[in-house]
């Protein structure tokens, strides 16, 4: 967001939120970036704000070529005239944040195929930091534009200790801020539950809020049935409430052998989506919060489709 304090353009970019589950699909790695979108057109003295939406069908499969016709976007509950809709697959920051403490031990070689998976999925541009946690948090590895050196720290890293989780995801929201790509995201894989963060929940979410990066997360949840601490069993509901605070999602995994199809996904969902531009009827520059809503009108006959989107935004104070 950026603006001045007489004549200015503030463009507000939102992340995506979650509004639907995922099933089979087959997905190819990624050779070379798609299509890029050409920015909108600014006005002086006009608010404009950003949607990135993402599409799905029934099968968890990106819906591409849909026209502005087919979405409709309200601010505060008022309709809003979209003033453009792009397709874009633009470069990605990701910050990876991997639980390295020793619940972790028997789905520690799943978890690092699963990162393998996702690294595949990536587009070329895009670049990477690692961030390791078990009793405390360190980075792992800096910026890197080459995912053979987020493996080969991974690699070597043995599972022990207690979860420091939310003290690792505000590092990995705090690292993607010095990246200077158009769009970022948070990546955990954990078994959630944490039990060693000096940073409480309602903190980290008042970051997450904040923060222009999406959290997604692959929540191991294997064996919730059998005895558990309290901290493991609250693992699912911290997960949950973290990532839909940034716009991302929780993908919980109940068996480990499914863990590189879900890193796929994601993979696919940060790179596959809508941006809508509107500029809002009323604004007012009072750091207010604005809540978004975000509708495709189904075409007859075919199967609902599943929309993500931010649910909100701050307004720009003068």
């Known amino acids: 967001m950026s603006r001045g304090t007489r004549e200015f353009v503030c463009v507000l970019f939102l992340g995506f939120g979650a509004a639907g589950g995922f099933g089979q699909v087959s997905i190819e790695p990624r050779i070379a970036p798609a299509r890029r979108a050409s920015p909108p057109n600014l006005q002086v003295n006009t608010s404009l704000v950003l949607v990135p939406v993402s599409v799905t069908d029934a099968s968890n499969r990106p819906v591409l070529g849909l026209d502005k016709s087919r979405f409709r976007v309200f ?36 978890s690092r195929l699963a990162i393998v998976r996702f690294l595949e999925m990536a587009n070329p541009e895009d670049e990477f930091c690692l961030v390791e946690f ?78 222009d990066a999406l959290i997604y997360a692959m929540g191991i949840f294997e064996g919730m049935g059998t005895q558990l601490s ?50 809002p009827s009323g604004m007012q520059h009072d750091g207010r919060h604005h809540r978004v809503r975000v509708q495709v009108l189904p075409q007859s006959g075919s199967s609902p489709l599943n929309v993500d989107w931010r649910a909100g935004y701050r307004a720009p104070m003068q």
């Open 75 to 110: 601010d505060n509950n008022v309709e809003q005239q979209l003033t453009s809709l792009a397709f874009e697959d633009t470069p990605v920051a990701i910050a990876l944040v991997f639980d390295m403490s020793g619940s972790m031990r028997p789905k520690i070689r799943k």
């Open 230 to 279: 309290l901290e493991e069993l609250a693992g699912p509901g911290l997960l949950e409430e973290i990532t839909e605070a940034s716009g991302g999602r929780l993908f919980p995994v109940s068996d480990v052998n499914h863990l590189p199809e879900i890193a796929a996904r994601i993979g696919v969902e940060l790179h596959n989506k809508y941006v809508l531009a509107y500029s």
């Open 134 to 211: 078990s009793d405390g948090v360190r980075l792992a590895k800096s910026w890197t534009p080459d995912p053979s050196e987020i493996t080969d720290s991974l690699a070597t890293t043995v599972p022990r200790g207690r979860t420091a989780l939310l003290d690792a995801i505000a590092l990995g929201l705090r690292e993607v801020k010095n990246s200077t790509k158009p769009r970022k995201a948070v990546v955990i894989v954990s078994d959630g539950g944490d039990n060693r963060s000096r940073l409480t929940e309602a903190e980290l979410r008042a970051m997450a809020r904040e923060s």
